[in-house]
């Protein structure tokens, strides 16, 4: 604990809005309550909320999942992450749930979007899985937005698991989502995909949603990882254009970890192809 509050003072005194960033965040993180609202959320087994999704964004995933593709980058980031040395500066809970990669992968490569936008990078799963559907599609960009934990050479790591032929399609924003994902919105303009995967305080989620949402193209996806800690995205899921929206539980977690997805609706008339049973809550109060 002393060494980090040496750290972020030396942080305060070379660069003093990451210091304010860094303290803004931990003050939020220790206020949150981490009482898991797991229970709120109806799970999906990965199969039928894969097929929920291919009817609710017109494509067949299930086929996607056997691309060569996907298979190429699983194999990749699996041979980096036994490759990571033993004083890596990020906690392994901190990795992307395959998953959860490999979904975003299919959502990637089902919608083809110009840009999409993710918070919170670590090593880089989500976005190595992300990087390699854009390679397939043969166009877009990943922007991501992360700030390095406080520890030696730390920023090195960021990504570290995305292969160099990708990274000539990614662009890194070093800060935190609550400084650095409004201004980021506005200047790149309406997005096809959003991944959330940094700070899982109720706060942070839902500023990142209410932010990224309206940015959203119709037709675009949301992907959050880490849903069961608050009611943020059951909130999210009850808007009227949310067309469809599920909850899956992390196939590599040894807890009730979930993530979600939720499809900005195509129409005008917000017509919600929902069906009850596909919903990801049960009862909230």
């Known amino acids: ?17 990451e210091a304010f960033q860094r303290t803004t965040m931990i003050i939020t993180s220790r206020l949150q309550s981490h009482e898991s609202c797991s229970s709120a959320y109806a799970i ?11 009817l609710a964004i017109s494509d067949n995933l299930d086929k996607r999942l056997q691309e060569c593709g996907l298979e190429q980058i699983e194999t990749a980031v699996r041979g980096a992450q036994m490759l990571l040395p033993a004083n890596a500066p990020f906690r392994a809970r901190h990795n992307g749930d395959f998953q959860l990669a490999r979904l975003c992968y299919l959502v990637a490569r089902a919608l083809k979007p110009d840009t999409i936008v993710e ?16 390679k397939e599609n043969g166009n877009g960009h990943l922007h991501s937005i992360d700030l390095p934990p406080l520890a030696e050479n730390a ?22 989502a609550a400084a650095c994902l409004s201004p980021l919105l506005k200047k790149i303009g309406p997005v096809g995909m959003f991944i959330h995967d940094s700070l899982h305080t109720y706060a942070n989620m839902r500023f990142e949603f209410s932010t990224a949402w309206p940015a959203l193209k119709p037709g675009g ?3 959050s990882d880490d849903v069961h800690n608050n009611r943020a995205f059951l909130e999210l899921s009850l808007q009227a254009d949310v067309a469809y929206s599920a909850v899956m539980k992390e196939e590599e977690s ?10 900005k609706s195509l129409s005008s008339e917000l017509l919600r192809t929902r ?9 909230f109060n």
Not at 1 to 17: A, G, I
Request: proline share 3%; charged share 20%; with cysteine.
């Open 155 to 176: 920023d090195a790591f960021v990504g570290r698991f995305i292969p160099s032929e990708l990274r000539a399609a990614w662009t890194l924003h070093r800060g935190t």
């Open 221 to 223: 996806v949301l992907v």
């Open 275 to 283: 069906a009850t049973a596909s919903r990801p809550f049960s009862n």
């Open 1 to 17: 604990m002393f060494s980090k509050t040496v750290q972020l003072l030396s942080v305060l005194s070379h660069r003093p809005k």
């Open 254 to 263: 040894k807890k009730n970890n979930l993530f979600g997805v939720a499809v």
């Open 119 to 134: 918070t919170g990078v670590c090593y880089g799963v989500t976005s190595a899985f992300v990087l390699q559907a854009l």
């Open 44 to 54: 999906r087994s990965a199969d039928d909320a894969r097929a929920e999704l291919s």
